[in-house]
């Protein structure tokens, strides 16, 4: 073994027990190594950066992007939230809940999917009174599996391809591992839909700070439009329950206040005063006719490029808006600000948001440029409250975000267009047609991830230029020599499997996607079937809630302990190698 090859593998090696240790930031650990490569020459300086430009970080970037895009339209919740509201019991819920994640997960990342039902999830569950810890695993798990039917559905399919076209020449296409991904999602959802029986059921969900904030009400005001469907005519044909909104007051066009009875008759031009947490209230915009009160005028900028932000703010003792109205205190005119809603503890609020009286401890969410925002607040003797993303006022495109992905899914499938300049427009387009803000385009970005990726590449090149992955491949393929193919390529992916729930799933691919193709010619096996069984290995990740964000993800609403995940994951971990290792070898003959 030589000393460059003792290097890189002290290098992987150490940064895989830190990883394993668990005490540090993954991303840390990597760029560490990365530096500690640079300084001892392990890593050559004009490659130490290049996995931060390579199409891997590219597309697992803009595959974020779009997925939050899509979760921000709402159009996946008004497609099948309202069906799902009518689900009775977890026997339905589970296997329609997984169900529609891997489908979803097949389209976009499958963290993007997963972020996108868990609301949904959490509603029923809270409506319907059933354990949410009996629905959110089989979720995650199967938000695994259906990643792995697309190259975008999951980041380790996406290294796994550059590797093939480092080693091989060319990288896999959008549907190339389709024929065994969905094999084993259909296994997956089977198991699942009658397994979630061997999750407890009685956890309880343990609630960040996040998720209390999220959680506070406020009022804020509607107006029934002009041109309403045929089936909404009442108060009770919003639904306004299963959006979790309560209706406080109705305020006809002619300024008389009405009772907020259910059949109550919905008149155009009438004001209702609603009350709900800033999703909730999201939600039911997004899935009725109603339009939010605002002033029609467009809020000034001082520059044409300033973004609008929603905030939120609570009037301190001695402000200026203590005994006054929105409309007295002239908001818009005076300061550049539109009410959007009002938070009040003590009381409850049953005029129109503009004649509401303030009161200190008042808490406002506002809507102003973002240059406009400091000043303003000062002025008024505002407090802001900790930054969160509150969606209450911003407009979304409910159908355009689903359009883009699927123009830019059907330019990869003809190969018309590569996949990371595809992903990479559909970015673009989401924030230029409105679908999300370059601010919003920033937060959904994982940068611990990409930064991970980016800073491992270089190094796992390095044991590659070294001889390291030859050398460990040999040995392999030594041991494995005159084993059945398929017991070899079990053996690649139990491997795979074990080693993701503990170091991460990139870093997994990134070592041992190039060892498998090492093993495969020592055997004189086609590699395709090796670099498959790695992909799949690292990807289904059901044992444990730190090797891939999905199950990290659900790990706290759903109110699992670390043990709970091998009661599901393991036979199901058991079932993905029996059944993907013979698929993998029928579908990619080894030969």
């Not at 490659?47 to 590219?58: L, R, W, Y």
């Not at 975008?152 to 399919?157: A, E």
């Not at 689903?402 to 300049?421: D, S, T």
């Not at 993701?500 to 090492?518: E, Q």
Request: aromatic share 6%; net charge neutral.
């Amino acid at each position: 073994m030589t000393a460059p090859q003792l290097l890189s593998f002290a290098l992987i090696g150490g940064a895989v027990a830190v990883f394993a240790w668990g005490r540090f930031r993954y991303d840390v650990v990597a760029l560490v190594a990365l530096a500690i490569g640079l300084a001892t020459g392990d890593v050559p300086v004009k490659q130490a950066f290049s996995g931060f430009t390579s199409d891997v970080v590219v597309i697992i970037a803009c595959a974020l992007v779009v997925s939050a895009a899509i979760a921000r339209s709402g159009v996946i919740e008004w497609a099948v939230g309202g069906s799902m509201a009518r689900l009775r019991g977890a026997v339905l819920q589970v296997p329609v809940l997984a169900g529609t994640t891997a489908l979803l997960s097949m389209m976009t990342k499958n963290v993007g999917a997963l972020a996108i039902m868990m609301p949904i999830a959490l509603r029923i569950g809270r409506n319907e009174g059933s354990s949410v810890s009996s629905l959110l695993m089989p979720m995650s798990f199967m938000s695994l599996l259906g990643g792995l039917v697309t190259l975008v559905g999951t980041s380790t399919n996406i290294i796994v391809s550059q590797v093939r076209e480092e080693t091989l020449g060319s990288p896999y296409q959008m549907f190339d591992f389709a024929p065994v991904g969905l094999i084993l999602t259909a296994l997956g959802f089977v198991f699942v839909s009658f397994g979630w029986r061997l999750l407890p059921r009685d956890r309880q969900a343990r609630a960040g700070l996040d998720d209390a904030a999220e959680q506070a009400p406020y009022v804020t005001e509607a107006r029934v439009p002009e041109d309403l469907p045929e089936d909404v005519t009442t108060i009770a044909d919003l639904k306004l329950g299963e959006a979790g909104v309560s209706l406080r007051a109705i305020v006809e066009a002619d300024g008389k206040t009405c009772k907020p009875l259910p059949d109550a008759t919905l008149r155009p031009g009438a004001s209702l005063v609603l009350e709900g947490s800033d999703k909730a209230l999201d939600r039911l915009f997004a899935r009725t006719p109603l339009e939010q009160t605002r002033d029609p005028r467009e809020l000034e900028k001082d520059e044409a490029k300033e973004e609008l932000r929603t905030i939120e703010a609570v009037i301190q003792p001695g402000s200026l808006l203590i005994g006054r109205s929105a409309e007295n205190a002239r908001l818009q005119d005076m300061h550049g600000v539109q009410l959007m809603g009002i938070g009040r503890s003590d009381e409850r609020i049953t005029q129109r948001l503009r004649d509401v009286r303030l009161r200190a401890g008042d808490v406002l969410v506002l809507r102003a440029g973002e240059k406009t925002l400091p000043e303003a607040l000062g002025d008024l003797g505002l407090l802001p409250l900790v930054e969160r993303m509150v969606k209450l006022g911003d407009r979304r495109r409910m159908f355009l975000p689903i359009a883009i992905l699927g123009v830019a899914m059907v330019l990869v499938a003809l190969k018309l267009v590569p996949i990371a300049g595809a992903f990479f427009g559909a970015a673009v387009l989401m924030v230029v047609v409105g679908g999300l803000s370059m601010r919003e385009a920033y937060g959904a970005l994982e940068p611990e991830v990409l930064v991970l990726i980016g800073a491992l590449t270089p190094l796992s090149e390095a044991v590659q230029h070294s001889g390291g992955s030859a050398l460990i491949a040999n040995t392999l393929a030594g041991w494995l020599d005159g084993v059945p193919p398929l017991l070899a390529l079990g053996v690649i992916m139990a491997a795979a499997m074990a080693c993701s729930p503990f170091l991460h799933n990139a870093p997994t691919v990134l070592v041992l996607a190039p060892i498998a193709v090492g093993v495969a010619r020592g055997l004189h096996l086609h590699p395709d079937p090796f670099l498959m069984a790695v992909a799949t290995g690292a990807g289904c990740d059901f044992l444990t809630p730190i090797g891939h964000q999905c199950n990290t993800l659900v790990m706290g609403p759903g109110g699992y302990r670390f043990g709970d995940y091998w009661r599901l994951g393991l036979p199901l971990s058991l079932l993905v190698i029996l059944i993907g290792v013979p698929m993998i070898g029928l579908i990619w003959p080894l030969g």
